[in-house]
């Protein structure tokens, strides 16, 4: 029997949209359905990204958005999450340092509350709102101490610090010590629960197989792992597919042709993912793949005819008996030949 012809990512409406449209959903709260300047950044990094500041700004410059003042609709959205991430991958070496490595859930989330309280509408606290943090909070801070921990975290060079750069000082200005977090030192679950995001735990060290380990699902993980690493994390075929991989350059990510016919694929999706030589249309022709299917994944008459369909079969893909009969003067199947090389 033939196997079914199916493709998942069209079967299915794609996970990481419908992620990002209750992103979306739950953070346009303006009248319209669209979201505005001031929700734009909570909802793009609701998907994971945390970015300093200064990090931030560049990304607005590099999307072309920094000049803009209008409302975002859901399509101009999913294009700047998209951005968002490729910006991440790009710069991630120069990205904010992860507060959370420092400071426990409880301090974590007060802190942020304070932080939020003293920056007001603006989103920043100035130097001044240092020193009087400081003083409110008892904490004993040198000016000199000050300015110097101001140099290392205000990175656009301001005067004011944004949340990431404000929970950073404190981590030096109290001399915080590293948690113990990191693969064999602390169950990914914990810090998920903390409200760690994904790509903050991935940044200190945990691999895709971790993940999946502690519950995640392939729609979250797809915009965070390559798909080489979800080969090596063990992670079917079939469930890439249905959270919306494309399977482009399958072959190369370590995925076999035993995993594309298992998941349903098409023969257009093999030849797309890589497979596209004479064994792999050998092999699909025993598995059942018709001729007919084969011409429509892109497979050329001389291909199909080496790989060992009949004249019948090739007269049932469409082509024409004069075409058949030019290409059998030309190729011979390839078991045709290999039963030859045989021969004593």
């Known amino acids: 029997m033939a196997p079914r012809d199916g493709n998942f990512a069209e079967q299915t409406k794609s996970a990481t949209v419908l992620r990002y449209l209750n992103i979306f959903r739950k953070y346009a709260v303006s009248e319209g359905g669209l979201l505005s300047q001031s929700e734009l950044r909570e909802a793009l990094e609701a998907d994971g990204v945390r970015l300093l500041d200064v990090d931030y700004q560049k990304f607005l410059v590099e999307a072309e958005l920094e000049s803009t003042s209008g409302d975002i609709s859901f399509d101009q959205f999913c294009t700047l999450a998209k951005q968002l991430f490729g910006f991440y991958s790009k710069n991630i070496s120069k990205l904010a340092r992860l507060p959370r490595v420092y400071i ?6 007060q802190y942020v509350s304070i932080f939020r309280e003293c920056a007001g509408d603006a989103g920043r606290v100035e130097r001044s709102g240092l020193e009087q943090f400081f003083s409110k909070y008892n904490i004993t801070v040198s000016p000199e101490r000050l300015q ?8 656009d060079n301001s005067g004011a610090l944004g949340e990431t750069e404000f929970l950073i000082l404190l981590v030096k200005a109290l001399g915080l010590k590293k948690r113990k977090i990191g693969p064999g030192q ?14 903050e735990i991935k940044r200190v060290g945990y691999e895709c197989k971790d993940f999946f380990e502690s519950g995640y699902k392939v729609e979250e993980l797809l915009p965070i792992f390559s798909p080489p690493e979800f080969a090596r994390g063990g992670v079917p ?3 890439m597919l249905a959270a919306g991989w494309d399977c482009a350059r399958a072959k190369e990510s370590g995925y076999t042709l035993a995993d594309m016919t298992a998941a349903g694929c098409s023969a257009q999706r093999m030849r797309d993912a890589g497979f596209d030589d004479l064994d792999v249309a050998v ?10 299917k084969m011409r429509a994944g892109g497979w050329s008459l001389s291909q199909l005819k080496q790989a060992g369909y009949s004249a019948v079969d090739l007269r049932l893909a469409g082509y024409s ?7 059998e003067q030309l190729v011979r199947p390839v078991n045709a030949r290999q039963e030859e090389s045989e021969e004593p």
Do not use: F, N
Not at 148 to 155: H, N, P, Y
Not at 283 to 292: D, E, K, V
Not at 321 to 327: P, Q, T
């Open 104 to 109: 426990m859930p409880a301090q974590y989330d």
């Open 321 to 327: 008996s004069l075409a058949v009969g030019a290409v």
């Open 283 to 292: 092999s699909l022709r025993a598995q059942g793949y018709s001729a007919t």
């Open 237 to 239: 075929l079939s469930d």
């Open 148 to 155: 110097g921990i101001m140099s290392e975290v205000d990175d």
């Open 186 to 199: 602390c169950d990914l679950t914990l810090l998920k629960e903390e409200g760690w995001s994904i790509l």
